[in-house]
């Protein structure tokens, strides 16, 4: 049944989503996988080969945003000598975001283990556009982050095929970390 209606609302984003504006990619409620978009997600390295930098993703029942449910805990390391960079990505199945503006998620950083305050969201479409934001302002707390569509430059978004989270080397604030993610979301 819950197929059947993101397929619906896939197909007629406009009566689905009218009144409340907000369809959701994953909120981890269920703790396990797919998405509520019904697609796949997962972690990834830039070299699976190198075993000095990881990434990790997981169910975290102790830290969500909200009452009940889980949100994603990431673990990663790009504490490298090598050039490294790796991430989660979150398949879309060819989602219409035409008729939203911005795409919303929740960030906390573990305040134990540490986190960079500093990564990359990306953004694809089926035509092979990749539009990039860098995401800032993390913090131990659960942190409302909204960008702006537009942001990205995509010419196209009308069949978006994948969201990605990358921790780059060069770019993260801490080289080894957790994040957690929770109710990721186009208004």
Known sequence: ???????FCMIFPAICFAENRKFIIADFD???K??????????WDNDPDDKTHTCVDS???SVRRGPGGYSLRVIYDVASSNPAFNGVWFKL??????????LVLWVKGDKIRGF???FKLELKNARGEKGAY???????????????????GLKD???MDELVIVFEDNKVTEKEGVIYIDDIYLE
């Open 1 to 7: 049944m819950l197929k059947l209606a993101v397929f």
């Open 30 to 32: 269920s703790g396990k």
């Open 34 to 43: 797919p998405s509520n978009l019904g697609g796949d997600f997962g972690s």
């Open 59 to 61: 169910f975290a029942r």
């Open 93 to 102: 199945n060819n989602a219409d975001f035409t008729p939203f503006t911005k």
């Open 116 to 118: 960079t305050k500093v």
């Open 134 to 152: 860098y995401v800032s302002g993390i913090s131990e707390e659960w942190t409302k982050i909204e960008i702006p569509l537009r942001r990205f």
């Open 157 to 159: 978004y009308s069949q």
